[in-house]
């Protein structure tokens, strides 16, 4: 049996704290209140909580990053002055020990990146469900929240007809609107929007992104990797690998770009992005290798023999680069270390890995607490943040704030 260690409850304060949405931003926030002496009422709209936090667990659970916390603090652009004061409170270190606390011990991958050892998201959840039932928590499942009345109550659609509540302290952590079915569903923000809280429009955060690719091409290479390759939009450049979709592009190297390559495509409509499909070598090098006669080699087994590209690279080549092009050595080094690749729209919304947008900043003070609604939080991914993957999102849904009726 793993040790787990309960937070020590303070002494009831008397006062109530009701928790909408029990994704890991809302159990954090119960249990932080359980812990102040609040009791706590979790109310989810699904029929089991935490729904995306298992989806996150398929793919290994990145928890945080291990990166030094000045290089982690940068992750979080232009919102990291909002979030580290939080961050610097519980951050990495924290959270990794917060999961040995719940019997999950974590490990650091060759990334950098924090993984849970299981490599999945589920013992983490029933332990945590467990110490919240521990404290006292309560969870009403299939309890949707549709509002609030005109006594102010919140209101909530459930499959007995629908209930009011009332709190002390009210949390929303209702997520932000990617992958739908799992419960984040983004409608809170018309609610918002009425009670004259200002959101910013949800955006596709960690993102693929569309290509007019060839049926030629998505026959020979979908679900192919390309590495190791450089994107570069704009100032910003990544050194990683991505997949050839269908679609388009998507993968790690793509969603680490994606926020600069969504924000040119929506500003102007149109974005390309380069590649340099063989970073390790400069463009010299690259001439000179591919200046050599190539005898009776087709060009695509002189491209392997001479620069060491695979069968995916060499389409990519075939795909963007004018015949002309491919035939004189010097300019077909220079497309292969700087290749555009346009891409015609980013994926929809519901797909991407998380979403920028959300309550706007303006609207919430230091301790993410409704300006216009003192007693009413927002936490979590339905904030207008955005961070790439690597742990980042998690760590900046389970930052720590102070959680208590207050006005300026
Ligand atoms: C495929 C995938 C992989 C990911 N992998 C990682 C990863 O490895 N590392 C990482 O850091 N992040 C990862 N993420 C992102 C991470 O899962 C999210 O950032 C995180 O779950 C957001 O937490 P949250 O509590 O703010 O929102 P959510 O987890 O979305 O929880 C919100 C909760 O609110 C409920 N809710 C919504 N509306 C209502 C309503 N009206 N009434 C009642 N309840 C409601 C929802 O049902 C849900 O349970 C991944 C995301 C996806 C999609």
């Known amino acids: 049996m793993p040790n787990i260690i309960p937070p020590t409850p303070s002494k009831p304060n008397g006062k109530s704290a009701m928790i909408i949405g029990a994704g890991p931003a809302g159990l954090m926030a119960a249990e932080r209140l359980a812990g102040d002496g609040y009791a706590v009422a979790i109310y989810e709209g699904m029929a089991s909580a935490g729904r995306k936090f298992l989806m996150a667990g398929k793919s290994g659970l990145n928890i945080t990053h291990s990166e030094d916390l000045e290089t982690f603090l940068t992750r979080y652009g232009q919102s990291r002055e909002c979030l580290e004061p939080h961050l610097r409170k519980f951050g990495p270190d924290q959270i990794r020990q917060w999961c040995t606390g719940l019997g999950v011990e974590t490990f650091v991958g060759s990334s950098g990146r924090v993984f849970p050892t299981a490599m999945k998201a589920s013992p983490l ?133 994606s926020a600069t390559l969504r924000d040119l495509w929506l500003e102007t409509g149109d974005a390309t992005l380069t590649l340099d499909l063989i970073p390790d070598r400069d463009l010299t090098d690259v001439t000179t290798r591919l200046s050599k006669p190539r005898g009776k080699n087709s060009l695509g087994n002189h491209l392997r023999k001479s620069l060491g590209l695979d069968a995916t690279k060499t389409a990519l080549i075939f795909e963007t680069t004018p015949r002309d092009i491919l035939n004189d050595p010097a300019k077909l080094a220079m497309a292969i270390k700087d290749l555009p690749l346009k891409i015609t729209k980013p994926r929809p919304l519901d797909e991407a890995i998380s979403t920028a947008g959300g309550v706007a900043w303006e609207e919430l003070d230091e301790n993410f607490q409704l300006i216009k609604r003192p007693g009413t939080y927002c936490l979590g991914e339905m904030v207008d943040w955005e961070a790439p993957t690597g742990g980042y999102l998690l760590s900046g849904v389970l930052v720590a704030c102070k959680l208590d009726k207050h006005t300026k």
């Open 125 to 257: 959840l029933r332990a945590w469900l467990r110490r919240l039932e521990g404290l006292g928590c309560t969870i009403a499942y299939r309890h949707y929240w549709t509002g609030w009345d005109d006594n102010d109550n919140a209101v909530f659609k459930t499959p007995n007809g629908e209930i009011t509540a009332k709190s002390d302290i009210t949390v929303l952590a209702l997520g932000g609107g990617s992958w739908k079915r799992l419960g984040s569903d983004g409608k809170w923000m018309e609610i918002l929007n009425k009670a004259g809280i200002t959101c910013n429009p949800f955006k596709p955060a960690n993102c693929g992104f569309d290509v007019n690719w060839t049926d030629h091409l998505i026959e020979k290479c979908a679900g192919s990797p390309v590495k190791p390759v450089t994107l570069t939009c704009g100032n910003q450049s990544v050194r990683g690998e991505f997949v050839i979709s269908k679609n388009g592009i998507e993968g790690s190297a793509v969603y680490a770009i």
